[in-house]
């Protein structure tokens, strides 16, 4: 075997990009199209073909993960082999600055062990300084989030604090900035901390003052690149400097981060900063469906500065991408889980809870899913919610580790002085902070003065006994973690030594007696993740001789998603982000709550953004993708009418039949191959029943009935609850659909004149008219925004006529006596043939308020509904019944029993 064999894997496109010889190579790629097969080959051909040195490549990917990914994939014995991938500087923009502060600290007046300040530490640096100079009595309150994004902002444009100082000279509203932006910088350094955006702004000055530290490097990558900001741009070229070779790698339509100065322009501009420049253009995905191809390009189209550069596939059509659409946010999640369900159950083995991924634009928008899932048994991780160590007690650990090993750090002494509680109180805790600041020494130095350890000026401020003899013990502690800091022993007994030093176990059993096991679990855990990090530190890391301690703690504030364990995603359906989402994939995605509000973001600027990041939603689908929305959502006080984003406009008027199908087996073989795993050749695909994509309105699609006519009574118990589900009604005109009893009532209640059997095509026809009608009404509501003479005349009538549109939607169902008399005929059917069928091991139910549990204990023979949410038609159906004779009614307290007459 050769070892560029791994050059046959590739296609033509990727070839040419892998193996092209340009000095400066741009590299479009679409979603899907494989562009880190190609970068980890082309890593590979530089060095095996063109007798590279490993540690003359830079590769900079846009995350952690990605950096892992692609080490990982170099490590393969097909590439190059853990030996000369360990050689390679593989990271993050942030964590190549690091690397290279580190090795030059004397060139940046920083001390090697500096310390990396994530977000948290940041903001308590700047609350400290606000307090300090008296801010928060001028401005009136105290914001640590406005100044540290304003610096944060000042950073990504490439500006240090005396750039800003100068640009701002003029400006009196920038001047607290200013002096909180000096200050902080002061106290970071004091510290011995480098924050996020100042590791860039360091990095870049130490390449620019000393371009001879790169003078090894021959080829520099960069991955994600439409993503780079103004800094990130900078850096590469002070890394570039010396007409070193450069690859950047990106997508002009996945450009998503323009709050933090992300720039797709950086490739035009490109050509005014590099020679010799090449662009290759991988445009085929191998990743999603025709279906889901055309309909993500159909959003980003509408961009009018957009080129004519365009994404396709040679995999199958599939399935047409639907737009779902619910009453409410609570409907909309349920029918989510329905549909997850029922894809899962139709899929023959091919899709688990893990290919499901629910895609939102905010981090709110993910609780409705949550409840909901849980509710229907669905097991869900959701990505961006609380990081393992954000967690109190894992927190607690690595702030005592922090401490020890960075003793200049008061704000993690704070943290951890009282855990457990040693009765060292706030004043105390000041006196020590004073001490420090006037003495220009550490807090430990400060201790051993007051204790007498060594000769020091007598404590100004009283201190008892008590607290004396709790500074002393905590002394030894510090002194003893610091000896094992020292002697270099493993991290993990690092870790236990610590718990046995505080006796933290008991400390959480008696703080949190009723979370003690889960907290204690979690700090098993953060042990266990410290081996697993020092056992793959050579694919975790960018530098193979990095101190692991600093490596860790570095890790933990540049990337904690690294000590996030894989199996915390196994079978589960993720919920996550728009955002969060990037560079993942899925065999089935729903892209959620697509609103005009939302998705475009209604305090967001540049609607074209948003319209990439739909578009990045949408492409993580491999073979089912779903966009779904609410027509009303719960504001701070009330009910919020929504309209479909103007993004779907184009969806919702191509897309055909709004009927979401069966998976069929021959769709299901395509997907299969797609996808290269095998269906269960024993797990026959179930007949289902189609359901419409459109549910009932929200007064009365909160109860409906089903039958689960294929559920044992221990599959049931298992599954827990169907809910917010429909009739279905075998052996007649509505065998292949699902409906909402207010579905039927739409379609069969013709005022004056009859109407025949509603069919496939009449609900098609009902639906699009309805779906169109949102289009149209939001666009009515865009356009009279953009009108500003006629801006309040115009949302008044629009707001009359969307009320009265509403109410007469409501009093169709609202209104009983117009129900037809074939509507009754079949819903009398409906229900006994329901009951009559369930037998023993079958059961019918209704279904009360959407994502409510079943309250009640199920009966072989009858249908219990909790009373106070029964839905109004079928209580007068169910009445009828019993009035005719067919139905007996019982009831007990809230609870009411109907069964079949004998």
């Known amino acids: 075997m050769g070892e560029l064999d791994f050059l ?70 097909a590439l190059l082999g853990s030996k000369r991938t360990e050689e390679l500087m593989i990271g993050t923009f942030h964590s190549v600055c690091s690397r290279l502060i580190r090795k030059y600290p004397h060139y940046c007046g920083l ?27 001028v401005e009136g309150s105290n914001k640590p989030d406005v100044y540290f994004n304003e610096i944060s902002k000042a950073r990504n444009k490439g500006l240090d604090v005396k750039k800003y100082a100068d640009l701002h000279s003029s400006s009196p509203n920038k001047q607290n900035t200013i002096n909180v932006f000096r200050a902080y910088e002061k106290e970071l350094l004091r510290l011995n901390y480098v924050d996020f955006d100042s590791l860039m702004v360091i990095g870049r000055d130490l390449l620019v003052r000393h371009p001879e530290l790169m003078n090894g490097t021959e080829h520099i990558l960069v991955d994600e690149f439409q993503d780079t900001n103004t800094i990130q741009y900078q850096i590469l070229k002070a890394m570039a400097y010396g007409r070193k070779k450069v690859t950047v790698v990106g997508d002009p339509d996945q450009s998503v981060f323009g709050w933090r100065d992300g720039d797709p322009a950086n490739f035009a501009k490109m050509h005014d900063d590099f020679s010799g420049i090449n662009v290759i253009h991988m445009s085929i995905s191998f990743r999603s469906s025709g279906s889901i191809i055309e309909a993500a390009g159909s959003v980003v189209r509408i961009d009018p500065s957009r080129d004519s550069r365009s994404c396709r596939t040679d995999n199958l059509v599939g399935m047409p991408v639907k737009v779902l659409v619910a009453d409410d946010g609570e409907g909309e999640a349920d029918m989510v889980a329905r549909q997850i369900i029922r894809v899962r159950d139709e899929s023959k ?154 006796d933290y176990r008991e400390y959480l059993r008696k703080e949190f007696a009723e979370s003690f096991v889960s907290r204690w679990e979690n700090v098993g855990e953060l042990v266990t993740y410290a081996s697993v990090y020092i056992s793959e530190l050579s694919t975790r890391a960018i530098s193979p001789d990095q101190d692991p301690i600093i490596g860790f703690l570095e890790a933990v504030a540049l990337g904690p998603e690294q000590l996030e364990p894989n199996e915390v995603m196994k079978g589960k359906v993720t919920i996550s982000t728009l955002h969060n989402s990037k560079g993942l994939e899925w065999p089935c995605v729903f892209v959620a709550a697509c609103e005009e509000g939302v998705i475009p973001h209604s305090r967001v600027d540049s609607k074209m953004e948003e319209s990439r990041l739909l578009y990045v939603g949408m492409t993580r689908a491999k073979c089912l993708l779903y966009c779904s929305y609410a027509r009303t959502r719960m504001g701070w006080s009330n009910v919020i009418r929504k309209y479909p984003s103007s993004f779907l406009t184009d969806l919702i008027r191509r897309e055909g039949s709004k009927i979401i199908t069966p998976i069929d087996v021959e769709m299901l073989e395509g997907y299969s191959k797609l996808l290269k795993r095998p269906l269960l050749e024993n797990d026959a695909v179930e007949e289902s029943h189609a359901i419409l994509s459109y549910p009932a309105t929200q007064e009365y699609s909160q109860m409906s009935l089903c039958t689960q006519s294929s559920l044992s009574l221990s599959t049931q118990q298992n599954k827990s609850i169907i809910q917010h589900t429909s009739a279905m009604i075998p052996e007649d005109p509505f065998s292949t659909l699902e409906l909402s009893f207010h579905e039927i009532e739409m379609i069969l209640d013709a005022p004056d004149s009859p109407i025949p059997s509603p069919t496939h095509d009449s609900v098609n026809t009902l ?54 008399p074939e509507l009754t005929t079949i819903l009398k059917e409906c229900i006994i043939r329901c009951v009559k069928e369930a037998g023993n091991t079958r059961h019918v139910f209704v279904v009360g308020h959407m994502g409510s549990i079943v309250k009640n204990e199920l009966k072989k023979d009858g249908i219990y509904i909790p009373y106070e949410d029964i839905c109004v038609e079928v209580k007068e159906l169910l009445e009828s019944l019993v009035d005719s004779g067919d139905m007996i009614y019982t009831r007990h307290k809230k609870n009411e029993k109907y069964t079949i007459a004998e």
């Open 8 to 77: 046959n894997q590739l296609v033509e496109i990727q070839y040419n990009a892998a193996t092209s010889n340009s000095e400066t190579l741009q590299i479009l790629a679409v979603p899907g199209s494989g562009k880190t097969r190609v970068l980890t080959s082309r890593i590979a051909w530089l060095i095996i073909a063109n007798e590279l040195e490993p540690r003359s490549i830079v590769a900079v990917t846009f995350t952690n993960k990605a950096a892992k990914e692609m080490k990982e994939r170099l490590c393969s014995e």
């Open 111 to 137: 001390k090697g062990n500096f310390m990396i300040a994530n977000p948290e530490k940041s903001r308590d640096i700047i609350n400290k300084i606000i307090y300090t100079l008296r801010l928060a009595k």
């Open 349 to 502: 083995g091919l899709f688990d809870y893990n290919d499901f991924a629910v895609l939102v634009r905010t981090n709110y928008l993910t609780r409705n899913f949550e409840q909901a899932f849980m509710l229907a048994n669905i097991p869900c991780v959701v990505v961006g919610g609380p990081q393992f160590v954000e967690r109190a007690e894992v927190k607690d650990i690595l702030g005592y580790l922090i401490f020890c090993f960075n003793p200049e750090d008061f704000l993690s002494f704070e943290k951890i002085v009282n855990v457990p509680n040693r009765g060292i109180n706030d004043a105390t805790i000041q006196y020590l902070r004073g001490r420090c600041l006037e003495d220009g020494i550490n807090v430990i130095d400060v201790i051993k003065m007051i204790t007498g350890r060594t000769p020091g000026p007598p404590p100004r401020f009283y201190l008892s006994t008590k607290v004396k003899s709790s500074l002393t013990e905590l002394l030894y502690l510090f002194e003893d973690i610091k000896q094992q800091l020292d002697t270099k022993t493993p991290l993990p007994e690092i870790f236990s030594i610590i718990l046995d030093l505080t």
């Open 767 to 820: 639906l699009e008219k309805r779906l169109q009608d949102d289009a149209e009404e939001s666009h009515e509501e865009n356009s009279s925004y953009n009108n500003s003479s006629s801006r309040s005349s115009s949302n008044s009538n629009n707001n009359d006529n969307n009320n009265n549109n509403n109410q007469k939607r409501l009093k169709i169902s609202d209104d009983i006596p117009k129900i037809s």
